[in-house]
C-alpha cells in the first residue's frame, strides 16, 4: 500500500520564478491538505482541497494557490517566490467520511529560494 | 486563534530515563489532540491521537498521553526512553468544526544518550 509520496524532492528556484510541487495521496484517501515547515519550526497549514475545490485556508498569501485532479493527487504552486519562500512542503492526505481528522504526511519537498 | 504551545525545545535524556513533553493549546471548543514524531530523515508519522472518550490514550512504540480538558493539556509520555526514540515530537490540534486543519507546536528535539 502506497503512502502518500511527493515531487521533486529537493528544488531550488530564484526569487521571482514560479514553482508546482505535486502529491499523491495514500490509496483510499480523497483529500489532500499542504502544510509548509520552515527550518526549526512545525508545520503550518495552507490550504485543504477535496472533490478538486479548496476548502480550508490558512495565513496565506494569494501566492500560494493549488489545484486536485480527479485521481485525487494535488498539486502546489507559488508564484513570485521570496527568499521567506524556502521551507519544507509537506502533504498530508485523509479520508473525509472520517472527518479528516486522521492525516497521513508525506516525505516533503525541500524547496529553496536564492 | 487557535495556537499550541510546547514547553520544551530541546530535551535531552539517558536511556530507561522516563519522558514528558508538555503541550498546551489555545481554544474554546472541542479538539482533537494528536502527537506525531518525526526521525532523522525520514517523515512525520502519527504517534497517537485523541477525539474523545478515555483521556488516556495508548500509542505506538510504548508512548501515551493525556487529555486534561481543563488545563488545555495534552502531554506526551513514556516511562522508559530508549536510544531509537531520538527524533523531533510535534503537538497538533484541529478543531471538531474544522476536522482538516492541524495546528502545530513548534515541536520539541528529544536527544537519548545510550
Known amino acids: 500500500d502506497a503512502g502518500v509520496t511527493q515531487s521533486p524532492t529537493h528544488l531550488i528556484k530564484t526569487r521571482g520564478q514560479q514553482v508546482t510541487l505535486r502529491c499523491s495521496p495514500k490509496?483510499?484517501?480523497?483529500?489532500v491538505s499542504w502544510y509548509q515547515q520552515a527550518l526549526g519550526q512545525g508545520p503550518q497549514f495552507i490550504f485543504q482541497y477535496y472533490e478538486e475545490e479548496e476548502r480550508q485556508r490558512g495565513n496565506f498569501p494569494d501566492r500560494f494557490s493549488g489545484h486536485q485532479f480527479p485521481n485525487y493527487s494535488s498539486e502546489l504552486n507559488v508564484n513570485a517566490l521570496l527568499l521567506g519562500d524556502s521551507a519544507l512542503y509537506l502533504c498530508?492526505?485523509?479520508?473525509?467520511?472520517?472527518?479528516?481528522?486522521?492525516?497521513?504526511f508525506g516525505p516533503g519537498t525541500r524547496l529553496t529560494v536564492t | 486563534a487557535q495556537s499550541v504551545s510546547q514547553h520544551n525545545h530541546h530535551v535531552i535524556l539517558s536511556e530507561a530515563a522516563s519522558l514528558e513533553l508538555g503541550c498546551n493549546y489555545s481554544?474554546?471548543?472541542?479538539?482533537?489532540l494528536f502527537w506525531y514524531v518525526q526521525y532523522p530523515g525520514q517523515h512525520l508519522q502519527l504517534l497517537l491521537k485523541y477525539f474523545s472518550g478515555d483521556p488516556l490514550v495508548k500509542g505506538i512504540k510504548g508512548f501515551e498521553a493525556e487529555f486534561i480538558k481543563s488545563k488545555f493539556s495534552f502531554n506526551l509520555r513514556k516511562p522508559s526512553v530508549q536510544w531509537s526514540d531520538t527524533a523531533e515530537y510535534f503537538c497538533?490540534?484541529?478543531?471538531?468544526?474544522?476536522?482538516?486543519?492541524?495546528?502545530f507546536g513548534q515541536g520539541t528535539e528529544l536527544s537519548v544518550k545510550p
Open positions: 490509496s483510499g484517501h480523497d483529500t
Open positions: 498530508a492526505s485523509s479520508f473525509r467520511d472520517r472527518g479528516s481528522y486522521e492525516q497521513y
Open positions: 497538533a490540534v484541529s478543531s471538531h468544526n474544522q476536522g482538516g486543519k492541524l495546528i
Open positions: 481554544y474554546g471548543g472541542t479538539v482533537n
